[in-house]
């Protein structure tokens, strides 16, 4: 850890734009954060569905545990095909163009779903919301760590955290109010008709643009994101980057675009840098680590739990509560990591989320083991805890694919990185309901509890800063560690 704190904790000064700059970079964040509001809605819907169509007599048509276990999963199959191709496509086509494009499949996967009564329609329109997902991950990790200044990178990876969490509660709180799930699948399509508006009215990323050789486009695009100022008030910073472009391999000491050979089994090459896969293996190993402790294998079955341990009633307001949480910690995280930085941050949420997920274990043995009588409010206290507190620990992986890979390999390697932590979240929820069945449900509770203290010792000696460092500094941390 020693080594951390020599490489990554040099002091860097920044420029100083101002509140418009400040404005102009969260537009730009927000506007691309559309796609992950609708992330966070699909990502969600299947368990607003499961609970009505879940061995339902009354519903139009139902599934079996076989069907429930592949439609809570399946989304996650197709995500790594979209987030390997898009990898590819944002280093031809721009990140902005990628962005529009990734809403496409999502109109029709929401439009489906509300016109699915069968099986293979409900499968299909989930096929359509991982592809769209899958194309959408990569852009928009490339595209906020490459806009925005070394002070406001944490804040605004994690204001795009947050959007997913809302899109999250956006669909829990629609279910709320709506008793059929097809109104809330219907109302979902505005969200990307909304996004597809929005990413029309932001620049591209100035990084991609100089590496095309667009210098001219590439400076507007740097003025408007620094405060809709002249060429002359970001000269510093655009040298700076066209410097950053030539150590990165995108261009030459000459100036000019590198146009060596980029085929396919080049670009699967770049990942024998130790540039690129040791960030990889770290961010997969978190990835792991913070869907345990946040039980995200178990969202899904979230209703037939809270059966299982005797929460009977307002079960959807529970959901809506706990979604709200998650919008709050994501608000937290986004208000305070500028000041502790990621690592303070990050161990405090695998710590306490860690000791609720364990703490969870021990009353679901208490309940069964007759020691207790059903108490519903402490489950609750419980799960909401585990929803503010493991805000930080989930979103910590996707702001570091944000910031972490070297320029010349950011598209591919966050493409693959995203897709590889989605495959991650199908084997996981697709294994649940045999592990819950072999294990028992408060056992499985505790392997999460477990693989989290392993997830605090990794995060202490492995985790580096990489907040207000500059994207070289952190390429350079990983080239030397």
């Not at 992330?39 to 169509?53: D, H, N």
């Not at 408007?224 to 066209?242: A, F, M, Q």
């Not at 079960?315 to 000041?339: A, P, T």
Request: charged residues 15%.
């Amino acid at each position: 850890m020693s080594n951390i704190k020599t490489e990554m904790d040099v002091d860097n000064p920044n420029k100083r734009y101002g509140l418009k700059a400040t404005l102009a970079q969260i537009l730009a964040t927000l506007a691309q954060s559309f796609l992950l509001i609708g992330l966070g809605m699909e990502l969600t819907m299947p368990t607003v569905v499961i609970q009505e169509v879940y061995q339902n007599s009354k519903s139009q048509f139902s599934l079996t545990p076989t069907e429930v276990s592949w439609y809570g999963s399946v989304l996650y199959v197709f995500h790594p095909i979209g987030s390997f191709i898009s990898g590819f496509l944002q280093e031809r086509f721009g990140r902005k163009r990628c962005m529009i494009f990734a809403n496409v499949p999502s109109i029709f996967g929401w439009i489906l779903l509300y016109y699915s009564h069968t099986t293979i329609s409900l499968y299909t329109s989930t096929v359509l919301m991982g592809m769209s997902i899958g194309f959408s991950e990569a852009p928009i990790l490339s595209y906020v760590g490459e806009i925005t200044e070394p002070k406001l990178r944490g804040s605004m990876t994690s204001l795009a955290s947050m959007t997913s969490m809302l899109g999250s509660l956006i669909v829990f709180t629609l279910r709320y109010y709506f008793s059929n799930w097809r109104t809330v699948a219907l109302l979902s399509t505005l969200c990307p008709l909304t996004c597809i508006c929005l990413i029309l009215l932001i620049p591209e990323s100035p990084i991609w643009l100089v590496g095309k050789g667009k210098i001219e486009k590439a400076e507007k695009a740097l003025c408007w994101l620094r405060g809709w100022v002249d060429s002359e008030t970001i000269k510093s910073e655009y040298c700076e980057l066209i410097r950053y472009n030539e150590l990165s391999g995108t261009r030459g000491n000459d100036g000019k675009v590198n146009t060596g050979d980029t085929g396919l089994f080049v670009k699967l090459r770049e990942f024998k840098d130790p540039a690129v896969y040791r960030p990889l293996r770290l961010v997969m190993v978190l990835f792991l680590i913070s869907n345990m402790i946040s039980l995200a294998p178990c969202k899904p079955f979230i209703n037939n739990i809270m059966t299982e341990i005797g929460i009977l009633d307002d079960q959807n307001l529970i959901l809506v509560c706990s979604g709200v949480l998650q919008f709050i910690g994501c608000l937290s995280v986004m208000l305070l990591i500028r000041y502790s930085g990621k690592r303070i941050m990050s161990l405090s949420s695998f710590s306490i989320s860690t000791v609720l997920v364990l703490l969870f274990g021990v009353y679901i043995v208490a309940l069964k083991s007759n020691y207790i009588v059903s108490t519903p409010w402490i489950p609750i206290t419980i799960y909401c805890g585990i929803s503010y507190f493991s805000t930080s620990a989930v979103g910590l992986p996707w702001m570091l694919i944000s910031e972490i890979f070297p320029n010349k390999s950011r598209g591919l390697a966050s493409g693959t990185c995203a897709g590889l932590g989605y495959l991650l979240m199908f084997v996981l929820t697709k294994s649940y309901l045999p592990v819950k069945s072999f294990l028992s449900l408060e056992y499985s509770i505790f392997i999460f509890g477990i693989i989290g203290v392993f997830g605090i010792v990794i995060v202490y000696f492995c985790l580096p800063e990489t907040e207000n460092k500059t994207l070289l500094e952190i390429e350079n941390f990983f080239l030397k560690n």
